[in-house]
């Protein structure tokens, strides 16, 4: 029975107003927290990736992917304004379905921030090359890419990836409050530039493009959709940030609902002009898909802009994601599920240093090691599994805390819940085989290191003794 014991969630709240971590964000704040973590890589890079496998339908597959996303985020703010904790869905999962199934989310989670970390760091990395090129300077072949990740080519480590990663780092590590004017600033950019795309190129759209619509059929439309699906995360990780946000209750709801409306009207938006601009299979292995559709209708300076906005616009979900990992292993720490020392508030900055620093060097490499493509499917299958796991929590929370004050509430409960697992499990099923090979293992690892370690030495247990 200690696999289901369970935190005491009026303690949760209680604990969390004492916590070192300094409160200074806002609804606007968390907004365009939201909006800085979601529109990054999947936009700006697997927008290709996507038109390739589903035509000129890729808008149908944003759709699915943002239904998917909208029905578990409501689910996430209802959470978010009722236990307003650091670690997100670990945190909700602990307090409803035990310390098993949390530190099987929490787990999850960490792959799942931290493998957004590196593959938006490499997207980052293309655009930035691109943009670079343009003025005719190109970096040695062998620090472009992570190997293997360009045919015909050695590469060997993606110098840029790498070295973006530590100077977000070093952002993080000084404070909250100043990663938050830099990724409100940036995120201001980002948008100009998704909004010029859209303005520029629909006089540039050619409808005959759009044929055929479903090149792949609907297999090619779903598949496409569980890859998209990586456009949107990041929405989650504003639950991440609760013990530092003002006003928990009534900003959270907002941060979360707000960011994934205007992310999903804007990337269905980009998908009609963009497919409409290049025939779908012209975006084969190309690294800069938004760019490149100006380019080929002829808006170089356009398209330079767009170089610029992407390599400013995804430093933000770098920031945000890494933001969210150090949040989650922070939370697990606390919990006595990690080691203490990673729970540490610096004296000076407010922020958890030391943790910081060690999944900033570490996906850091993973990013200049492992090509995009790969890291793109296993952050999907943890994303998906995380979702499904709050659109399962809250029920359990409507049935065990019935009374417990609600700032915001899931609406058509148990419908919509139920919606979302439905939604989230389906686009899993979608997924390459490896990336279940893959996802399978972490979760074994992880699992050798709760029964080995993080069982015995969690607060919960500790105090039974």
Same mark, same amino acid.
């Given at each position: 029975?200690?696999? #289901? %014991?369970?935190?005491?969630?009026?303690?949760?709240?209680?604990?969390?107003?004492?916590?070192?971590?300094?409160?200074?964000?806002?609804?606007?704040?968390?907004?365009?927290?939201?909006? $800085?973590?979601?529109?990054?890589?999947?936009?700006?890079?697997?927008?290709?990736?996507?038109?390739?496998?589903?035509?000129? *339908?890729?808008?149908?597959?944003?759709?699915? *992917?943002?239904?998917?996303?909208?029905?578990?985020?409501?689910?996430?703010?209802?959470?978010?304004?009722?236990?307003?904790?650091?670690?997100?869905?670990?945190?909700?999962?602990?307090?409803?379905?035990?310390?098993?199934?949390?530190?099987?989310?929490?787990?999850?989670?960490?792959?799942?921030?931290?493998?957004?970390?590196?593959?938006?760091?490499?997207?980052?990395?293309?655009?930035?090359? =691109?943009?670079?090129?343009?003025?005719? #300077?190109?970096?040695?072949?062998?620090?472009?890419?992570?190997?293997?990740?360009? *045919?015909?080519?050695?590469?060997?480590?993606?110098?840029?990836?790498?070295?973006?990663?530590?100077?977000?780092?070093?952002?993080?590590?000084?404070?909250?409050?100043?990663?938050?004017?830099? !990724?409100?600033?940036?995120?201001?950019?980002?948008?100009?530039?998704?909004?010029?795309?859209?303005?520029?190129?629909?006089?540039?759209?050619?409808?005959?493009?759009?044929?055929? #619509?479903? /090149?792949?059929?609907?297999?090619?439309? #779903?598949?496409?959709?569980?890859?998209?699906?990586?456009?949107?995360?990041?929405?989650?990780?504003? =639950?991440?940030?609760?013990?530092?946000?003002?006003? /928990?209750?009534?900003?959270? /709801?907002?941060?979360?609902?707000?960011? &994934?409306?205007?992310?999903?009207?804007?990337?269905?938006?980009?998908?009609? @002009? @963009?497919?409409?601009?290049?025939?779908?299979? %012209?975006?084969?292995?190309?690294?800069?898909?938004?760019?490149?559709?100006?380019?080929?209708?002829?808006?170089?300076?356009?398209?330079?802009?767009?170089?610029?906005?992407? +390599?400013?616009?995804?430093?933000?979900?770098?920031?945000?994601?890494?933001?969210?990992?150090?949040?989650?292993?922070?939370?697990?720490?606390?919990? $006595?599920? &990690?080691?203490?020392? &990673?729970?540490?508030?610096?004296?000076?900055?407010?922020?958890?240093?030391?943790?910081?620093?060690?999944?900033?060097? +570490?996906?850091?490499?993973?990013?200049?090691?492992? /090509?995009?493509?790969?890291?793109?499917?296993?952050? !999907?299958?943890?994303?998906? *599994?995380?979702?499904?796991?709050?659109?399962?929590? +809250?029920?359990?929370?409507?049935?065990?805390?019935?009374?417990?004050? %609600?700032?915001?509430?899931?609406?058509?409960?148990?419908?919509?819940?139920?919606?979302?697992?439905?939604?989230? @499990?389906?686009?899993?099923?979608?997924?390459?085989?490896?990336?279940?090979?893959?996802? =399978?293992?972490?979760?074994?690892? $992880?699992?050798?290191?709760?029964?080995?370690?993080?069982?015995?030495?969690? +607060?919960?247990?500790?105090?039974?003794?």
């Amino acid at each position: 029975m200690s696999l #289901f %014991r369970k935190k005491n969630v009026e303690q949760m709240i209680a604990s969390a107003e004492r916590t070192g971590l300094k409160k200074a964000l806002g609804a606007l704040d968390l907004t365009f927290l939201g909006i $800085g973590a979601i529109i990054g890589t999947g936009i700006f890079v697997l927008t290709g990736t996507g038109a390739v496998q589903a035509g000129p *339908a890729l808008m149908i597959a944003f759709l699915i *992917a943002a239904v998917a996303c909208a029905l578990s985020g409501l689910a996430y703010a209802e959470f978010a304004s009722t236990i307003p904790v650091a670690g997100s869905i670990y945190t909700y999962s602990y307090a409803t379905l035990g310390e098993l199934a949390a530190w099987i989310i929490g787990w999850d989670l960490m792959l799942e921030y931290g493998l957004a970390t590196s593959a938006v760091s490499v997207g980052w990395s293309g655009y930035l090359q =691109s943009l670079l090129a343009g003025f005719g #300077f190109t970096l040695p072949t062998a620090l472009t890419a992570a190997p293997g990740a360009v *045919a015909g080519a050695t590469t060997l480590f993606n110098l840029p990836a790498f070295l973006v990663t530590m100077a977000i780092t070093t952002l993080l590590s000084v404070g909250v409050r100043e990663s938050t004017r830099v !990724n409100n600033a940036m995120v201001a950019i980002k948008v100009a530039v998704v909004l010029a795309v859209i303005a520029v190129g629909v006089f540039h759209v050619q409808p005959a493009n759009w044929r055929p #619509f479903m /090149p792949n059929g609907w297999h090619g439309v #779903f598949g496409a959709a569980a890859v998209m699906f990586f456009a949107f995360i990041g929405f989650d990780s504003v =639950s991440s940030a609760a013990e530092e946000v003002k006003r /928990p209750k009534r900003d959270l /709801p907002i941060g979360i609902i707000a960011s &994934l409306a205007v992310c999903a009207v804007l990337y269905v938006a980009v998908a009609v @002009v @963009v497919t409409g601009i290049v025939p779908s299979p %012209r975006f084969a292995d190309v690294s800069h898909p938004v760019s490149f559709a100006l380019q080929v209708a002829g808006q170089n300076w356009v398209a330079g802009f767009i170089d610029l906005g992407a +390599v400013l616009g995804m430093l933000t979900v770098i920031l945000v994601m890494s933001y969210g990992q150090t949040r989650i292993i922070f939370a697990m720490s606390r919990d $006595g599920l &990690l080691p203490r020392r &990673l729970s540490r508030v610096h004296p000076r900055f407010a922020t958890p240093f030391t943790t910081t620093w060690i999944v900033g060097i +570490v996906f850091g490499l993973i990013g200049a090691l492992v /090509p995009l493509n790969v890291l793109a499917e296993l952050i !999907n299958i943890g994303t998906l *599994a995380a979702f499904s796991m709050v659109s399962i929590a +809250v029920l359990v929370l409507r049935r065990t805390h019935p009374h417990l004050p %609600r700032a915001f509430r899931c609406p058509g409960v148990p419908v919509v819940p139920l919606a979302a697992v439905a939604a989230c @499990v389906f686009l899993m099923v979608n997924l390459q085989p490896i990336t279940w090979v893959a996802f =399978s293992t972490w979760l074994v690892i $992880g699992l050798a290191v709760y029964f080995g370690y993080s069982r015995k030495r969690s +607060v919960l247990a500790t105090a039974a003794r």
